[in-house]
């Protein structure tokens, strides 16, 4: 059971525009900011966006993310077949000593 | 540019300690805090803990029990114990610089880059 929660699933077709949700509480996403990872099969996840809605460096601005409150969401437009993947937030947990958390990864489909 | 590798022992048996290394290249260690997360096969993330380069820890309340990581900035590695290991830990571990700041009481804090991450089975 994962602290983040996120649908396990989400689809679109070639040039669509597709969000992925991410909900929290108070002591996650609602002290601190969302990260988005992006996990391409058989790699390591990569940084999509950081501190709710920053790019790094290379990332396409096809890829965006916002937060309200205690949710958070990915939004990804002009979807292409490369997109296909899983995809993860991720927040710092002030709760106890304070933890890393992540949700548990949506898998997103190119139709 | 900062890129980190894993390594280590693949297979570890029930009880035993599972040990792994991170070995940062192209950056310096120092500086920096530095993650160890995993993943069981066809599961989520899950973060184990963090050291920064002078040693300080956290480590998640779930595991902190089991878990030891520590630091060789001569070496420019970070590494991992984990304790009396089940089946439950088989999962691939990845290393990540773990960047993280706080701006009026709002904690930022991402992990780039990973390591591509090795697969630690336990098994007998």
């Known amino acids: 059971q994962s602290v983040l929660t996120q649908p396990p699933s989400a689809s679109g077709t070639p040039g669509q525009r597709v969000t992925i949700s991410c909900s929290g509480s108070?002591?996650?996403?609602?002290?601190?900011?969302v990260n988005w990872y992006q996990q391409l099969p058989g790699t390591a996840p990569k940084l999509l966006i950081y501190?709710?809605?920053q790019r790094p460096s290379g990332v396409p601005d096809r890829f965006s993310g916002s937060k309200s409150g205690t949710s958070a969401s990915l939004a990804i437009s002009g979807l292409q077949s490369e997109d296909e993947a899983d995809y993860y937030c991720?927040?710092?947990?002030?709760?106890?000593?304070?933890?890393?958390?992540f949700g548990g990864g949506t898998k997103l489909t190119v139709l | 540019q900062v890129q980190l590798q894993e390594s280590g022992p693949g297979l570890v048996k029930p009880s035993e300690t599972l040990s792994l290394t991170c070995t940062v290249s192209?950056?310096?260690?120092?500086?920096?805090?530095w993650s160890w997360i995993r993943q069981p096969p066809g599961k989520g993330l899950e973060w184990i803990g963090y050291?920064?380069?002078?040693?300080?820890?956290n480590y998640n309340p779930s595991l902190k029990s089991r878990v030891t990581i520590s630091v060789d900035t001569s070496k420019n590695q970070f590494s991992l114990k984990l304790s009396s290991v089940t089946a439950a830990d088989t999962a691939v571990y990845y290393c990540?610089?773990?960047?993280?700041?706080?701006?009026?009481?709002?904690?930022?804090?991402?992990?780039?880059?990973w390591g591509q991450g090795t697969l630690v089975t336990v098994s007998s």
């Open positions: 991720a927040a710092w947990d002030d709760s106890l000593n304070g933890q890393g958390v």
């Open positions: 192209g950056g310096s260690i120092s500086s920096y805090y």
């Open positions: 108070s002591s996650n996403i609602g002290s601190n900011t």
């Open positions: 990540a610089r773990d960047a993280r700041l706080e701006a009026a009481g709002t904690k930022h804090n991402w992990f780039d880059p």
């Open positions: 501190s709710n809605n």
């Open positions: 050291i920064y380069y002078s040693g300080s820890t």
